[in-house]
């Protein structure tokens, strides 16, 4: 079973609807990720968590929020979906106690925005 | 300024050849990390490789090699005896912040490598 799971894998959804993409994981780690990839920008932060209690902003938060559940759980929502929200969405995570304390990364959600 | 910079087109190599991605980055912390990821076309994100700031040689791993050089600031990934699988986006990312609570990855905006039979 892959460490780091996204659901949905593919998501089509309307402007304005509420959409939210889950991310578990089985890998332990504290600290939790979401990206988008955007053609020609590569991966951009959105949000992070680095324990169940602690969320902080990234890049481009505006239009997101998330939510912590718990230390294998980090939700990300879309309160109002824009077109231009329309991307690859990312979840990973890392733990800084093993070297070289890379990022390990969901397999994606591909959301469309209508 | 872009923390990294990966400003190559869309690299195409012969099978079995050898090919260099660039990276040059930009930081001021003296501790930092330098990451090379994969990106096949079924989209997942597959670590490959790392350099540390403070690492005294290029990092090896298989056929994947960084050539860091500090001074010029650049993480080159040099793949060796290129395979049809090598054909994938990749991407440079540079760890900034050491594993603190200011620990942050930036991602340059990727290479697309094409590898001919």
């Known amino acids: 079973d892959a460490d780091v799971t996204q659901t949905p894998r593919n998501r089509i959804t309307k402007t304005g609807k509420r959409i939210m993409l889950e991310c578990s994981q089985t890998?332990?780690?504290?600290?939790m990720y979401w990206y988008r990839q955007d053609p020609g920008l590569g991966l951009r932060l959105i949000y992070y968590s680095f324990d169940v209690k602690d969320i902080n902003k990234g890049e481009i938060s505006d239009g997101y929020s998330v939510s912590r559940q718990a230390q294998a759980k980090f939700s990300l929502s879309l309160e109002s979906a824009i077109p231009n929200q329309t991307a690859l969405y990312f979840c990973?995570?890392?733990?800084?106690?093993?070297?070289?304390?890379?990022?390990?990364f969901g397999p994606g959600t591909r959301l469309t925005v209508t | 300024a872009q923390k990294i910079t990966q400003t190559q087109p869309g690299m195409f190599v012969q099978e079995k050849e050898a090919v260099t991605l660039d990276c040059t980055y930009d930081?001021?912390?003296?501790?930092?990390?330098l990451f090379w990821y994969k990106q096949p076309s079924s989209g997942e994100m597959i670590f490959l490789i790392y350099q540390g700031s403070y690492d005294e040689q290029n990092a090896t791993e298989g056929r994947y090699s960084l050539n860091f050089q500090k001074a010029r600031k650049s993480a080159n990934l040099v793949i060796s005896a290129s395979q049809l699988g090598d054909s994938a986006m990749y991407f440079c990312a540079m760890r900034e912040g050491g594993t603190g609570a200011n620990s942050k990855l930036t991602f340059g905006k990727g290479i697309t490598l094409s590898v001919r039979p």
């Open positions: 890998k332990g780690h504290d600290r």
């Open positions: 990973a995570t890392s733990d800084p106690g093993t070297s070289p304390y890379e990022q390990y």
């Open positions: 930081t001021s912390d003296q501790s930092y990390g």
